[in-house]
């Protein structure tokens, strides 16, 4: 954590930024090791040139703040204290003279923004996001071995999902059976809400699980991932219950065959957009361009969402420690709906799988 709080306060030096005040949960876990929700409490870190940090908290979670590992002041505050002024006064003990400030944009509401100008009545707020998505995109070694478990449980997810596959069952019947299973296993919390959808419903990319039967000569989509050490895998694959027809077999095949591409093309120096074209030409070139109408994937990390979005126009450069999706999917109402999803970390050589589910399709008797 110290590290990843130095690289802050260099880029603040930089930039001439004297004080960071970050809210968001996942930024303030990234840089302190302390995660929590506190609702509609706030949660803050402040972070200096070169003054110690301080971490703002309902009192309530003080204790489990310092058990988390954070060494430096906690500012604790019950229901009834007006932690403002409390930090007020940590901040102006710490430095005199405050021009700048990073704060996260797009996640600070109005009334928190208002209360900080009020204390920094001359200062210029500027964004902190560029700076800790870029420092989020790269994962260290811990970082990936606990994508790696995370993504060990969502393989196993998808494999007792399938295995639970029976004709008459519903889409929540298989859901809650997995999702059961996986907290058997320990898994606490998801990534995500957990999709289980079959026939027509798969063709919707965000559909919700519902009664629906599966039925014999129907796709089912799984799309799901588990949270680990508040690190989160995503994993999505569409098996057959039955045998399906040529048109489903295609859509399939290509799914597929896109995916696989976007994978080899995946590695340093080249961009997201180039990733994100390999899959949707192969798409396009079938006759099915309209029909994947979302981007490729996204990074993954301590979000499900994070940084980058892999889109046809971002033209960031692919780099060595990066872990996102693979998700090219196709789409055809009353038809077919098929996904296959894989989150990939990029080493010197190309992109290695984490999710390891395999991607053939599997014709479910």
């Known amino acids: 954590m110290k590290q990843r709080l130095e690289k802050l306060q260099t880029w603040m030096r930089e930039n001439e930024i004297e004080v960071s ?13 302390y995660y929590t929700d506190p ?7 402040a972070v200096f040139q070169e003054a110690e ?13 310092k058990r988390s590992g954070w060494e430096y002041e906690i500012i604790g505050y019950s229901d009834i204290d007006h932690p403002w002024e409390m930090i007020n006064h940590a901040i102006s003990g710490r430095t005199q003279s405050v021009a700048k400030v990073a704060i996260e944009k797009e996640h600070m509401n109005v009334e928190r923004y208002e209360q900080l100008q009020q204390l920094f009545t001359k200062a210029m707020f500027v964004s902190a996001e560029e700076k800790l998505r870029r420092l989020r995109m790269i994962k260290d070694a811990k970082e990936l071995k606990i994508l790696e478990e995370a993504c060990a ?4 997810a998808v ?13 929540l019947d298989v859901l809650n059976a997995l999702e059961y299973a996986l907290k058997q296993k320990g ?18 990319p965000h559909g919700t699980p519902g009664n629906t039967k599966i039925q014999k000569g129907d796709l089912v989509l799984f799309d799901l991932g588990v949270i680990i050490d508040r690190y989160c895998s995503d994993i999505t694959r569409t098996v057959a219950y039955g045998e399906i027809n040529d048109k489903q077999k295609e859509i399939y095949d290509t799914v597929l065959k896109a995916q696989l591409a976007a994978i080899e093309a995946s ?27 979302h981007r490729l994937g996204h990074g993954l990390g301590i979000s499900v969402h994070e940084y980058p979005s892999m889109t046809e126009t971002n033209g960031l450069i692919i780099e060595e420690g990066m872990v ?8 055809v109402p009353e038809v077919a709906g098929v996904r296959i999803e894989d989150d990939v970390y990029i080493t010197a050589d190309g992109a290695k799988i984490l999710t390891k589910f395999p991607k053939e399709l599997q014709i479910l008797k």
């Open 153 to 156: 449980l969502a393989d196993y």
């Open 187 to 204: 898994v606490t919390e998801m990534s995500f809400a957990t999709m289980v959808l079959t026939g027509a419903n798969a063709a919707s």
């Open 324 to 331: 996102y999706t693979i998700e090219p999917g196709i789409y």
């Open 159 to 171: 494999e007792f999902g399938a295995s639970e596959i029976k004709e008459g069952k519903t889409e």
């Open 21 to 33: 005040f970050l809210t968001s949960s996942e930024n303030v876990f990234y840089l302190t090791g």
């Open 39 to 45: 609702h509609e409490r706030l949660l803050a870190l």
């Open 53 to 65: 940090p301080f971490l703002v908290c309902p009192a309530m979670e003080v204790h489990d703040a």
């Open 267 to 293: 590695k340093p120096g080249v961009t997201a957009a180039s990733v994100d074209l390999a899959a949707r030409k192969i798409i396009a070139d079938a006759g099915y361009g309209e029909y994947f109408p």
